[in-house]
């Protein structure tokens, strides 16, 4: 079902989503981290271009400067190695999107689709139910009261065609008797399958 692909399409999403907010967080603390150790470095090379201080203190401080560059490298390696993971995560989510986007447009045609099929529908079901009415008024409230009642007990057909000596609603051959008995009654009296019990109707295929 297109629903379900689009509900299991968009927890997919959710956690892409997730996930990529989460690496981002984690560049951000990456880029801040390698800030901070180059603001640093540049105070302190300028101190030591600036020559002041001892010789021992201008010693540390270019000792410290060293570290400051490998901590820099260390920073900057992690950082990169997130930002990848990044730009995999964005990609996935570029992906679901994409995919989501196709498939809102797959179910938005099946929907139209689906609806056309209803109006046709509904309008094929009111041209065939608008004779009812005269229909009704011409055979009688009480035949009206027994195929309706006959149509609550078998599912919907009440009424059957009689054809080669078979009713139509059972599919059962009626005996030569009940064949007799047809042809012998009155063009308006209500015939009934004794196996189902739905109206009989004469064609002139029933072989009588």
Do not use: W
Request: aromatic share 0%; glycine share 6%.
């Amino acid at each position: 079902m297109l629903e379900q692909r689009a509900a299991a399409l968009d927890s997919d999403l959710v956690r892409a989503q997730t996930v990529l907010g989460d690496i981002q967080r984690e560049v951000a603390k990456a880029e801040t981290d390698v800030q901070l150790v180059r603001d640093r470095a540049a105070r302190n090379q300028a101190r030591l271009d600036a020559g002041t201080g001892t010789a021992k203190d201008l010693q540390a401080l270019q000792h410290e400067l060293d570290s400051l560059h490998r901590r820099q490298g260390e920073l900057e390696d992690v950082e990169i190695e997130i930002m990848e993971r990044a730009e995999g995560a964005e990609a996935d989510v570029t992906r679901l999107e994409a995919e989501r986007t196709a498939l809102t447009a797959e179910l938005e045609k099946a929907t139209a689709a689906r609806d056309d099929a209803l109006k046709d529908f509904e309008a094929e079901a009111a041209k065939v139910a608008s004779p009812r009415a005269d229909t009704v008024a011409g055979v009688g409230a009480d035949l009206v009261a027994l195929y309706e009642k006959i149509r609550t007990q078998t599912g919907g057909l009440a009424a059957a065609a009689l054809r080669q000596r078979r009713c139509g609603g059972c599919q059962l051959e009626l005996n030569n008797v009940e064949m007799s008995r047809i042809k012998a009654a009155p063009d308006d009296e209500v015939l009934r399958c004794e196996e189902c019990r739905r109206i009989l109707v004469r064609t002139s295929e029933s072989g009588l």
